[in-house]
C-alpha cells in the first residue's frame, strides 16, 4: 500500500492541526493504522493507532486528551487531529500501515508515508 501524508505546517502553542494520511494501491481496510514521528536528533516514536475497522485506538501517554485518530474506510484515508498543540510535539509526523495485531512498534508497520512536518511555536 502507498502512503501520502498531508497537513502539516507551523502552528502555535496551544493551537491545532489536522493529518491526513491517503492510501493507494491495495485493500485499505486490511490494515492497521498509525501515526509516528521523529523530531530532531531523537528516535522515531509511536503517536497513535487505530484497528482495521477504526473500532480500537490507543496513543502514546504524551499526547493521550490532545490527539485523536479516526479513518474513514470509503476514503481510504486515516487522521491525527492535534489538539492543544506543545513545541515538544514538533517533529515530522509518519503514517504507517500494519499488520493483523495491533501495534506501537514502528517494526510491526510494512509501509510509511514520506512525512509531513508539524511545527510548533512556544
Known amino acids: 500500500v502507498q502512503l501520502q501524508a498531508s497537513g502539516g505546517g507551523l502552528v502555535e502553542a496551544g493551537g491545532s492541526l489536522r493529518l491526513s494520511c491517503a492510501a493507494s494501491?491495495?485493500?485499505?481496510?486490511?490494515?492497521?493504522m498509525g501515526w509516528f514521528r521523529q523530531a530532531p536528533g531523537k528516535e522515531r516514536e509511536f503517536v497513535a493507532g487505530?484497528?482495521?475497522?477504526?473500532?480500537?485506538?490507543y496513543f502514546a501517554d504524551s499526547v493521550k486528551g490532545r490527539f485523536t485518530i479516526s479513518r474513514d474506510n470509503a476514503k481510504n484515508t486515516v487522521y491525527l487531529q492535534m489538539n492543544s498543540l506543545k513545541s515538544e510535539d514538533t517533529a515530522v509526523y509518519y503514517c504507517?500501515?500494519?499488520?493483523?495485531?495491533?501495534?506501537?512498534?514502528?517494526?510491526?508497520?510494512?509501509?510509511w508515508g514520506q512525512g509531513t512536518l508539524v511545527t510548533v511555536s512556544s
Open positions: 504507517a500501515a500494519g499488520g493483523w495485531q495491533l501495534s506501537t512498534n514502528a517494526d510491526d508497520f510494512g509501509s
Open positions: 494501491g491495495r485493500t485499505f481496510s486490511n490494515y492497521n
Open positions: 487505530i484497528s482495521r475497522s477504526g473500532g480500537s485506538a
